[in-house]
């Protein structure tokens, strides 16, 4: 777990605390992390289905905490990830960039498609949870995450200042990814998607309201 506080803060200590309170009694873990506030208006974190399905639910009900859906419309890009992450053992994504595994994965169908219906099941059902006892979200994919326009709709949602003074140079990733080549049988997953008219996974980018034709730094907002 990384906690964006104070360096001191970030130890094992507190990693191990804070495990333990999400795998025994969650209901304290959730106390711990709105405790953590450091005089913050606004406390949140991540959680996948992973982490606790009941914990998800819980929160998805739970009427004054806002709800962020973050997804990643390339399916098989999220795939590639997570087959990479357990190749490698580095869950970090930035971390993962620098890891070069001695042999990459292999695509799987049957795998992929049991990655993809789940995926897909679980933002359906907790976007319907949400939607019906009337509550608003907000939803952003993963290829906007640098975008200074929806992050501030983002800071918006959430009630704290929308304005932004510069881009976060250190999140950004390259524009353009080529997800094919992170298969060792990319010939075998490029059918697939042609089979399936998805040829639009096999690269993935990032959006960006900026002119084409000037390399110029982005205008402060």
Known sequence: MLYRGRTSDRNKGLDDELFAHRATDWKSFLNRIYA???????????????HGRHIVTHLVAEKPIKKIFLYRPNLL????????AK???????????TAKPDQKPLFVAEDFERFHDRRVAFYQRH???????????FAIDYD???????LMN???FIGASSRLTKRREEAT?????????????REE????????????????????LEPLGRSAESEEI
């Open 189 to 208: 997953a490029e059918r697939y998607l042609e089979e399936k008219s998805l040829m639009h996974w096999a690269y993935e980018g990032e959006l960006s």
């Open 144 to 150: 906007e995450l640098n975008e200074p326009v929806r």
């Open 154 to 156: 983002l800071l918006a």
């Open 173 to 185: 990733r390259p524009p353009s990814k080529n997800i094919l080549g992170r298969f060792e049988n």
């Open 87 to 97: 190749t490698t053992g580095v869950w970090g994504s930035k971390q993962r960039s």
């Open 36 to 50: 953590m506030d450091r005089g913050r208006d606004h406390v949140g974190f991540k959680i996948f289905e992973q």
């Open 127 to 137: 976007i319907k949870q949400a939607a019906t006892s009337g509550q608003k979200t």
């Open 77 to 84: 890009a999220a795939y590639a990830s997570l087959l990479s």
